[in-house]
């Protein structure tokens, strides 16, 4: 079985991602309407590195077949850092994002 058919068995949570549409000119972010997908959401306290690259704690990790870049929202809780799983073959089966 590949990684990614193992994930996919395993994102049994639903959540609400509202993805980022980056800054505009004045250097607000604005979001795209939120859609539901499918995760594994584990509550875990981590050290990751925020975009500014300074050292923060993530309470969440949450696991992921659809992409998830920082800045997105899941569940109204912007995203902290991410993370892609890659397969053996040099495929992206997943990703990893930090709340």
């Given at each position: 079985m590949r990684y990614a058919d193992r994930l996919k068995r395993y994102?049994?949570?639903t959540v609400t991602l509202e993805r980022s549409t980056g800054p505009d000119e004045w250097g607000t972010v604005g979001y795209e309407p939120p859609e539901s997908i499918k995760v594994r959401?584990?509550?875990s306290r981590k050290l990751v590195r925020d975009a500014e690259g300074n050292t923060v704690v993530s309470g969440t990790t949450v696991?992921?077949?659809v992409e998830i870049r920082a800045?997105?929202?899941i569940n109204g809780v912007a995203v902290i850092s991410t993370g892609d799983w890659i397969g053996l073959d040099g495929t992206v089966c997943g990703w990893e994002a930090y709340l």
């Open positions: 994102c049994n949570q959401k584990q509550g696991f992921s077949s800045q997105d929202k």
